[in-house]
C-alpha cells in the first residue's frame, strides 16, 4: 500500500508534537499494554500498529519498507555542520512537498510526518537488521533543504565522500550507511527496470550486497573523474556506479571489504551510522523511543556466493585485509527477481 493511503490524521498529529514535561522512569506501562521507559513514548504504540498494518503490509521487509529507509535518508542528509543548507533529520521533504519533493532524488510525493519512525519500523522487519534508535519530539522544519544535496550515483566518490563529510560523516561511515543497499532497490535510478535489486537478497538485511558488488561485470566506459560503471553479472539485478566504484576507492575499499559476512560488524556500524543520521540538525533534548522500535529477527544464513560465482570472480581492492571463506549456492546462475511493489 503506497505512503499516500496511510490515516494521516494521527500521525500528522503524533508527528510534530511538541513533549516538553513528560515523565520519565524505567518502566511506564501505556493504556495499550506496551511497556517503555517514558509515558511520552506511550503516544507511539498506536503509530507503529497502524504502520505495520496499513504501510508495511503486517510487517513485511517489502518494498515500502525499503522506501521508509529511503526518504529518511534523503530528508536528514541535506545538512551542513558548517551550515547554510537544510535543518537535518527534522521532516522537511514532507513539510515543503511543493518544492523538496520535486527534486529528482525524492522518490515520493506523499508520505506520513514520522518518516524516521517509519524508516526504523520498516528495518525492523527486515531479518538480520539492527533495531534502530528513534528519538521523538522534533519541532517544525523551517525551510526546505536545498537542492542536490542528497549523493547520486552518478556522481564520483570525491564529490560523495565530500557531500558525507559537510553533513559530518567519515568515509566509513558512509559506507556503513550504504548498508541501507542491502534491502534496497531500483526506483529511480532506472525506470525501466523498476524494482531491480542491488543484491540477491533484498528481503534481509545482510552483507550479500556487499559482496555481490565485488563480483567482476560487465564494464562501460567511465568520463572525468567518474570509475566506469560495472554493470552486475547477477541478471535481473541493480549495480550503483557509486557503489561500485566506493568498493574500489583508497579511502572505502577496506571499510567495504569488512563487512563482507561479517553480520555483527555490519549491524551494529549502520546502528551507529543511522542513529547519527536520524538527529542531524535536531535539539539534544530529544526523548529517546527506541523501545518503541519491533526487535529485528536475526538472520537465520549465512552468505554465500550466488551459484556459478566464487572468490575467484571478486575484484578484490583491498590487499589489508584476509578475504573471508564464503560458499556458493548450487546449481546454474541465478536470475534476481524484482521487487514487488
Known sequence: MAFAHISIHVLLALGFSQIATAASTKHVTCPSGNITANAACCALFPAVDLLQEQLFDRGKCGEQAHSALRLAFHDAIGFSVHGGKGGGADGSILAFQSSELQYRTSPFQKTDKLIHLAAAVGTANCPG????????????????????????????????????ADAGFLPREAVALLSSHSVAAADEVDPTVPGSPFDSTPGTFDSQVFLEVLLKGKHFPGNGSHVGEVASPLAGEMRLQSDFAISQHPLTACSWQEMVNNQHHMQTQFKAAMAKLQVLGQPSNLIDCSDVIPVPAPLKAAIKYPASFSKKDVQIACDLLSFPDIATVPGPAPTVSPVST
Not at 534508535?133 to 522534533?138: A, D, E, L, S
Not at 536545498?146 to 560523495?160: F, G, K, N, R
Request: charged share 25%; hydrophobic share 35%.
Open 129 to 164: 537488521s539492527p533495531r534502530l534508535q528513534f528519538k521523538f519530539g522534533r519541532p517544525p522544519p523551517r525551510a526546505p533543504a536545498p537542492d542536490l544535496t542528497v549523493p547520486e550515483p552518478t556522481d564520483s566518490v570525491t564529490a560523495i565522500l565530500e557531500r558525507f
